[in-house]
């Protein structure tokens, strides 16, 4: 089965947004084990939608088209694929129903006449409630082909494809899909690759994709069977084989859970409270651990230390310390955690040091050096880290990696 | 001038990564004004990348290829494109001195004979230095019509794009085309519009594109004259005309400034210094504002008080304010601003206090009711604001309207 994606819209070819949507539909089609070979972003024309359509059908079984399903002149999506399949707009009373509810709930309550347009749909086709907006999806089958219409917005497309697109891709299939997502910390994405080279070398059903992140490197483990459970039972063994070699890197194998919630849960279970003590980060890793909601439990203050006096009033880091060792070097990382979980009264505080650059660097401590130190039970651990690319880049890892080591530091508790 | 891309690589097919190439090639060439009406993702394949290629060259003047520069056998797109265009690849001794040099200064001392293969350039194209990799760019010019070839990873085709490859469009052109970014913060998205309805509706040179941005709204004026002399006199009015109407909302009319950077700025020329108090958004602030380098000179710490207990101890609320008026209120936002300063010593003080969700919202304080202020020189501005969204949503709007508001707070000192 090959799959084609197109992207309809203007302010993609103007450059106004960038495509998540193509990267995430491509994504969950990997998953499907679906072969994609194009992909392509027309603007909302009707000569040149309608020959992208027509090439995408001749060399593809599915054809999805995401956006232009607004309710404008402009929105041409629907009627194109219409004409092209031969299948003509009809009214759909149920969403005509859902429309009219939809603007009864939302703060503009008006009406217009454009909005009709919304619940006209290709005669025959299936058709899917948008839970977020007004615009329908659709589901279009001719000859053997399928033509799948989404509405452009993320928030409106991606809830869609989760709940009725992916279930009707799958079930086109003679075989069902499972994957799961093994997300190691701490490890070097070359690293891990060497590891698992044999694997990769002879794997067949299931298949095991790389993904690098900062400081992270995702592998999903994909089968393929006859039904789910027997998918499942496939990628059981595999699982469990990664997890043997990697042992404790792997945080989850939830594709949903972060870094940061995988933390936030082992601290809620451990009945750990944390303090964040940063100078280069500048608070990066205080505002990712409170991306996770509920963070509040655990999570109950933070210092932004930017200057040395700040350092010196805020988590009396010791006047010497920072004149004979520097603000950027273990020993200022080891007294901001020690004193900051002091202070403060919590079980763990984890610290940042560094230059993030690009200037502030020298010989002896060039940019990209970052010592991170955690403080837990009185013990404290240091690191010391040489990051590279730009500023954003540093500091990105080094809250990736602060975050490793305040994990690893709570699993290595035996108390 | 139609201008297409064709962006190569597997792993946009798979959905690994997301296309920000074609986002950044595309606003480039808007910005020349050059018309896009296509661009494709294809994948390392010889037969799909040649027919791809073909169908871009019947119907654009300009093909723009990214990705598949590299040494392995894999990368095909520069093969393709001299067959394609009918010149053959030689061996150019100037790009193979440079992949000579390249590998001297890196930790990767070993050149493979694969590496050779990127010093191959179509016989009669103009090669563009690389300045951060080993591929360099070609362009191949025949029949008036351009395909320009560019390395896949953002930081060897962003330089490359800028240094070369829009000066090089721009000369294409009998006109040429500048622009200004009016970057416009503390206004929504449908006023500004409303504001400028009647220069939309006449304009023609120069004109106005809107983009919106999380409690920011971007004007962009772009003019085309002969040369960028007059391009520049004719978008000069229109700036000034904006300037007019909007007065200190413009924070910016440069492209490369940030609000953030606006403001590091703005407090070094008046020798201010700055600490935050951050509740809600949990070090964001901070984050955002330590961004910029060197803001080392200005802001000098912040406090993440995410508990009750935090705000108490760090930054002395009274256990009144928060037992009466709750933690979400302007009475707790004032005294952090205000003890915030003043424990620090600083002379600005931001802080924000909220409810980001998705729980903790009351009928009385609903998720997305935020309070931010700021002391300065002791005087103390507070605002309430209802944001809406999701948690991260509300969190960045919170972030953006924290820093609008101390740029009007700064802005406003008349002393």
Redesign the interface.
């Known amino acids: 089965m090959v799959v084609e994606l197109i992207s309809v819209g203007t302010e993609?070819?103007?450059?106004?947004?960038?495509?998540?949507n193509?990267?995430?539909?491509?994504?969950?089609?990997?998953i499907l084990g679906l072969s994609?070979?194009?992909?392509?972003?027309?603007?909302d024309?009707e000569e040149?939608l309608s020959d992208?359509l027509r090439t995408a059908l001749d060399r593809s079984d599915v054809v999805i088209l995401s956006g232009g399903l607004g309710p404008t002149k402009d929105d041409l999506t629907k009627e194109i694929a219409a004409e092209v399949l031969e299948m003509p707009l009809v009214e759909d009373s149920h969403s005509r129903k859902r429309i009219e509810e939809y603007f009864k709930n939302s703060q503009f309550k008006i009406i217009t006449d454009n909005n009709w347009k919304q619940a006209m749909v290709p005669e025959g086709s299936i058709v899917i409630d948008n839970q977020n907006g007004t615009a329908p999806g659709i589901i279009m089958e001719k000859n053997g082909k399928s033509v799948i219409l989404l509405p452009g917005p993320p928030n409106e497309l991606v809830p869609m494809f989760e709940n009725d697109i992916f279930p009707y891709l799958n079930k086109l299939q003679p075989e069902t899909i499972s994957s799961s997502m093994v997300k190691i910390c701490g490890l070097g994405e070359s690293y891990v690759e060497t590891q698992i080279a044999d694997l990769i070398e002879k794997q067949s059903n299931p298949t095991i994709?790389t993904?690098a992140k900062t400081g992270e490197v995702h592998l999903r483990v994909t089968a393929k069977a006859s039904d789910e459970k027997e998918a499942k039972k496939l990628i059981k063994p595999m699982v469990k084989e990664l997890k043997n070699r990697f042992g404790n890197n792997i945080y989850t194998t939830d594709e949903a859970v972060s870094l940061e919630e995988t933390i936030v849960n082992l601290l809620k279970e451990k009945q750990l409270t944390l303090t964040?003590a940063?100078s280069?980060?500048?608070?990066?890793?205080?505002?990712r651990?409170?991306?996770v909601?509920?963070?509040?439990e655990v999570?109950?203050?933070?210092?932004?230390?930017?200057?040395n006096?700040?350092k010196r009033?805020?988590l009396d880091v010791k006047k010497n310390t920072l004149k004979d060792y520097g603000a950027v070097s273990d020993k200022t990382a080891k007294e901001m955690a020690k004193n900051g979980a002091f202070i403060?009264g919590t079980d763990v505080c984890v610290s940042i040091t560094g230059i993030a650059?690009?200037?502030g660097g020298t010989p002896e401590k060039p940019v990209g050096l970052v010592y991170i130190a955690c403080c837990y039970n009185n013990r404290i651990t240091v690191n010391e880290y040489h990051f590279k690319g730009g500023?954003?880049k540093i500091?990105e890892n080094a809250v990736v990696r602060a975050l490793t080591l305040l994990r690893e530091t709570i699993l290595e508790d035996k108390d």
């Open positions: 993609l070819l103007l450059g106004n947004i960038v495509n998540t193509a990267a995430y539909l491509s994504r969950k089609c990997a994609m070979y194009h992909q392509s972003v027309v603007g024309n040149r992208t994709a993904y964040t940063e280069c980060t500048g608070g990066m890793l205080a505002a651990l409170t991306n909601p509920g963070v509040s999570y109950k203050q933070g210092f932004v230390t930017y200057s006096r700040a009033k805020l403060t650059g690009p200037d500023r954003a500091r």
